[in-house]
T-cell receptor, first 111, second 118 residues
């Protein structure tokens, strides 16, 4: 069964610290790996995405690291801020391009 | 507002009633996806549509659920004879499609419809 496994389930980070969320996938046919950010009561918002031909992509304080051989990718949030407190989902496209989502990580950044 | 629009934002139905959820994709997007999110869980794919076509409905329950994306107007997710287990947030996402010149895999989500079945 095609799955995306995400960890940790929840994360508490001090303001200014680095938040790291990990995902592992099974299907080597996946070729696009986005991260979504969701605030309570809102829809998921596309945060950053990577294709498997690169090992890292950085946009502002957000970085995706991709390890193709290990079939893992991770989201790093540098200088974490209270406004980053949200639920983060990794995803990968299944056949037909519908996304398979991880179960989410609830991030709390304490001030 | 150029984003994905969904209505209603909140919907309350009694058991046995019908629920209709509407989704208008972003301007220029021809692909629509419906996902369901249960409390404390991730998003589960339900159905993928293009104009007048269902491309993939493998995530849709076999009974009571149907979806359409007509040539004109919004996409509709229809749930007949709702039960309490249908209570969830339903999200619609849209993408430009492979032949549109956009990034086909980038899906943009609407604000969701929160369905409560009493």
């Amino acid at each position: 069964q095609q799955q995306v496994k995400q960890s940790p389930q929840s994360l508490i980070v001090q303001k200014g610290g680095i938040s790291i969320i990990n995902c592992a996938y099974e299907n080597t046919a996946f070729d696009y790996f986005p991260w979504y950010q969701q605030f309570p009561g809102k829809g998921p918002a596309l945060l950053i995405a990577i294709r498997p031909d690169v090992s890292e992509k950085k946009e502002g304080r957000f970085t995706i690291s991709f390890n193709k051989s290990a079939k893992q990718f991770s989201l790093h949030i540098m200088d974490s801020q209270p406004g980053d407190s949200a639920t983060y989902f990794c995803a990968a496209p299944r056949v037909g391009t519908a996304l398979i989502f991880g179960k989410g990580t609830t991030l709390s950044v304490s001030s | 507002n150029a984003g994905v629009m969904q209505n209603p934002r909140h919907l309350v139905r009694r058991r046995g009633q019908e629920a209709r959820l509407r989704c208008s994709p972003m301007k220029g997007h021809s692909h629509v996806y419906w996902y369901r999110q249960l409390p404390e869980e991730g998003l589960k794919f339900m159905v993928y549509l293009q104009k007048e076509n269902i491309i993939d409905e493998s995530g849709m329950p076999k009974e009571r659920f149907s979806a359409e994306f007509p040539k004109e107007g919004p996409s509709i997710l229809r749930i007949q004879q709702v039960v309490r287990g249908d209570s969830a947030a339903y999200f619609c996402a849209s993408s430009p499609g492979i032949n549109s010149g956009g990034r086909p895999y980038e899906q943009y989500f609407g604000p969701g419809t929160r369905l409560t079945v009493t």
